[in-house]
Each structure stands twice: as C-alpha cells, then as structure tokens.
C-alpha cells in the first residue's frame, strides 16, 4: 500500500478523476430563513444546548460564494450542498424563482472553479407547511416530494447530474421521532416504520424520475454509518445486542434503499426484491463507533448500553471515539452493493483545530486502505468547509476546515483547510504531509517505502 500507480513510494495516490470536496447543508450555511420546521423549532427553549439560533448561519444566502472560492483556491473539486425545499416551494402552491436563480448562481460559480457539485435533496428539513400536513409521518409527503424532485431537477439539473435524495433516514428517524430532539420531536418507537416506508418510496420515485428527466443522472442517498461492536467480543449476549443496534440502525435502510423491500420491526416484506435496483451510487457519511453491551436493567433502551471505546481517543465531550478504521471496515462493507461509493461525510467537532490535523490524514489512509483492496470509491466530502448551525448542539460544537464568528461573519482558514487541500491538491497522500501532521504513522503508511 505504499507505492503509488507510478511507483512512487513517497505518495498514497488516488485514481484520476477523484473528487475531493467538503460538504454543507442548506439549513446549516444559508441563514435567515423562517420558512422551515427546524427554524421553528429553534426558537422553543430548551431545543438547542447553547440557547443559540441558526440565525444568519454562515450567511451562505448572501454569499455562498467566498468561501466557496476559499475551497476551490486550497485545491477541491467537489462540494456537496443541499436544497431547500423551504426556500424553492415556500407554500403549496407556490414557487419562488429567485430562489431558483441563487441556486443556479451558486452552481455556476462552483462550475466556473471546478467544483463538481453534489446536490442533497432533503437533509432533516422540511417547509413548515409539509411539517402540518404530518411531514414523514404522512405517506402524502410522498407525490410532495417527488413533485419538488421535479422541479429543482428541471430548474437545476444542466448545471449538477449528481443526485443524493434524502440525507441519514436513519438519524432523522432516530434524533426526530425516537430520542424526540429534533423536530418532529414526538412518534416514538412506533412512528419510525411508517417514516422510513415513506422515505423509502420517496427515493424509489425520485430515483425513477430523476432519470426520466436526466439520462446522465446519479442518483444515491446518504447513509450514516455507524459502527457498533460487542462492549466484550467473548460475551454472547454483547455480541446479540450490537447486531441488533446495527440491524436497527444500518442494515434494515441499507437493504430498504437498495431495492425498496422494508424489512421488519419497519416493514412486512421478508422477501427482497433484486430487480429493483435503486442506488446508481451510495453515499457514506462517517464519523465514530460505539461499543454495545447488554444491559439488564435497561429496560427503555432495549437493554442495550452504547458507550465510546474508553481505550481509544475521543473528540469533544460527547460526541465519540475517533476511529479511522471504521471508515475502511464501513466502506468494505458497502462494496458488497456493487455499485460506485461516495464518503458523502467525514469529519470531527473540533473547536481549536488541534485533532482535525491528524484525523484528516487517518481517514484519507483509511480511504486508500479500501481502494487499494478494490473498493470503488469515487470521491470524499469532508464535513465541512465552513463552521456551522450543529442542529441542537447550535454553536458550540464546530466542523469547519474555516472558523467562523457567527456573530461578526468573521471567517479564519484553520491548518486543518491548507492539509486536506494538499492531498486534494496532489490527489493523493504525501509522505511529506504524514510526517509533518502524524509522523507516527510512518511506518505503517509507507512501510515499503525506503526514502520519498
Ligand atoms: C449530518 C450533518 C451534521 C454532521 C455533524 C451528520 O450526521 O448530516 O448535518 O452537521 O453529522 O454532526
């Protein structure tokens, strides 16, 4: 694994057209826009930890654009935005072709500096009048969605042909109706197999229709991945509980989004249908693992206790274990879908730029690690380029190669942007830039490798 195509032992290259991007969500960089349920449910206290609101966000509304260049300038190709649908359909019958226009302004500016655009169609938000007529919960969000499908592809799809229809069903399922901390905040349990049945149809007529319209269409979505090992691999019922999680979490969506089958608690079907095929690509986010014990006396949380591996490292308080070899371990077993992968996410809260150094470095090794063993990976988003609105954590926990002062709209590029532009930048990683950032690695990146 340490030479390059061309025998170079000082690189970990990466095939030619790779994409490297970073990725954003419309709520999260846009600002100022009361039209969506997650505005509204900003502004009820006790939702988000710091008290804080989105409020201008990034100001990506007003100017998407300079730190847009920022990224093109530091040697990306790619970016991963999202629609929203908020701003393009604010009420039922209505259309806003403005909105229209500064999409198409900020997609023509990524294609002027050769970033190639990935457009998500859904990432957690919803207009605020789909959120009163149920929202997921309501199989009517179904032709509702596939009709804003219709319109953002025709307005949009000369300047982007690479779709990803609805970001994480699962953690929107989980945070939303299960845990109750996003919005819809309510359904428990019970509400999560009719929402993921919507979504599933959702993407399965979107996928359809977006070929229609466009024959040089992909069409993926993005499926968080979380890795869930047993507390003690010796210990049965830990081995039980962590399957379970992840069959819970990752495998029933992954089977369901792949040939539209919903499998049980979720659905009825048992029995897959293969000729149905409903990923032209799949999208990876990744980002830590959780070690899963049983539990007797949790009675509430199935018996299961998750917690992050205490041996390993950990960034923030609360956010996890920082573990590259899941993104490898996550990617080989995406490659049993045969199709090409996207890492739609990656990425680390990291308030002082002091961990993301390294975990940039790591998790492109781990990247190269599945491609060398034939893994079709096509490109990797880092989450994110700008700092932004983190959902119900607000402000206080921050993922951007650029720092950002919501209050000033002051940005500051960290190391962190100049280190993963460099591997952008050669398409690869240098033997160089490991020394540097995690010359500890050495031995293991490039253990062929003499001198370079
Ligand atoms: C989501 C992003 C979020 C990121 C960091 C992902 O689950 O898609 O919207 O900001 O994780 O928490």
């Keep these: 694994m340490s030479d390059d195509a061309e025998g170079n032992p000082g690189k970990l290259s990466f095939p030619e057209g790779f994409i490297w991007g970073t990725a954003t969500s419309s709520h999260q960089v846009e600002g100022d826009n009361h039209l969506n349920d997650w505005w509204a449910w900003e502004q009820a206290p006790g939702h988000i930890e710091d008290a804080s609101t989105s409020g201008l966000a990034a100001n990506w509304w007003q100017m998407a654009e300079q730190d847009l260049a920022i990224a093109a300038e530091l040697g990306q190709n790619g970016h991963r935005l999202s629609l929203e649908w908020s701003r393009l359909q604010p009420a039922r019958d209505a259309w806003d072709e403005r909105a229209v226009e500064r999409y198409r302004q900020i997609l023509g500016f990524m294609r002027e500096r050769g970033l190639e655009p990935m457009i998500t169609l859904h990432h957690f938000t919803l207009p605020l009048w789909v959120r009163e007529a149920g929202g997921w919960a309501n199989e009517q969000i179904v032709p509702l969605f596939v009709e804003f499908t219709r319109r953002a592809v025709d307005a949009l799809g000369d300047l982007c042909h690479l779709w990803c229809t609805i970001n994480e069903p699962m953690v929107y399922i989980a945070m939303g109706c299960v845990f109750g901390v996003w919005p819809p905040g309510r359904g428990g349990l019970r509400a999560s197999g009719p929402m993921l049945r919507h979504m599933v149809r959702a993407h399965a007529d979107a996928y359809h229709l977006i070929h229609r319209i466009q024959s ?74 959780e070690m899963v014990a049983f539990d007797p006396r949790r009675k509430d949380e199935m018996y299961v206790h998750r917690f992050a591996n205490p041996a390993s490292p950990f960034s923030m308080e609360g956010w996890g274990e920082i573990y590259p070899e899941g993104l490898y371990r996550a990617l080989k077993r995406l490659a049993a879908y045969e199709v090409p992968l996207y890492v739609t996410e990656f990425g680390i809260p990291d308030n002082t730029d002091s961990q993301r150094p390294r975990f940039i470095v790591e998790h492109v090794a781990a990247i190269h690690r599945a491609i060398q063993e034939g893994v079709p990976v096509k490109g990797a988003f880092f989450w994110s380029l700008v700092d932004n609105f983190e959902w119900a954590a607000g402000w ?32 690869g990683l240098e033997r160089g830039l490991v020394a540097e950032v995690a010359p500890d690695l050495l031995p293991t990146l490039f253990s062929g490798a003499a001198s370079g």
């Excluded at 991945?225 to 507390?231: E, I, N, Q, S, T």
């Excluded at 399957?243 to 792949?258: I, S, T």
């Excluded at 993922?399 to 460099?422: C, H, K, N």
């Design 396 to 427: 206080s926990a921050r993922f951007g190669l650029i720092g950002l002062d919501p209050q000033t709209q002051e940005r500051t590029v960290r190391q962190s942007a100049g280190i993963y532009g460099r591997i952008a930048a050669s398409n």
């Design 216 to 289: 040089q269409a992909q069409v993926g979505y993005a499926k968080h991945v979380r890795l869930f090992d047993p507390a003690d691999p010796a210990r049965w019922a830990d081995r039980r509980a962590a399957g379970l999680v992840d069959y819970l979490f990752n495998e029933a969506a992954l089977r369901a989004f792949d040939d539209g089958v919903v499998p049980p608690p979720f659905g009825r079907a048992l029995r897959r249908n293969r000729a149905e095929h409903l990923v032209d690509f799949l999208g990876l986010n990744y980002y830590s693992r």
